[in-house]
């Protein structure tokens, strides 16, 4: 049986989108993983900020990395954002995804978004669904 770090490390060797992001692994348990990103000019829109995609990628890949960590491939169902702060080049974002219900067919995750200066600049809901096939063999 795979721990939930090796799950995690497999799905990242894969992620070519994860891995242009810049998102470095902190802590992955059951159902919980938080990572962190920091960044760059290629990623801010045409006001100078941060492109809303850039903070919904980052919650978007703890979501993955949390829902499918006990190795039962999972996928998203729903997802949300609400932005609650401006991002900036060189911000250094951290996601925590915590798991709020783990179903035979579905789960549901909320995943907190903070800057640097540990203020919150988006709050992400995701409920995916499970598919029963494993991730790493």
Known sequence: ?????????HMMQHDKFSQW????????????SKIRMTIREEMVNGFGIAHGGIAFSLADSAFAFACNNRNNLSVALDTSINFTKAVNVKD??????IEIHNGRSTGLYL???FNQNNEQVAHFKGNCFRTHKKLVD
């Open 1 to 9: 049986m795979s721990s939930p770090k090796e799950v995690v490390n």
């Open 21 to 32: 992001l810049g998102i470095e692994v902190l802590d992955v348990n059951e159902g919980y």
């Open 92 to 97: 250094v974002l951290t996601a925590e995804a």
């Open 111 to 113: 995943i907190s978004i």
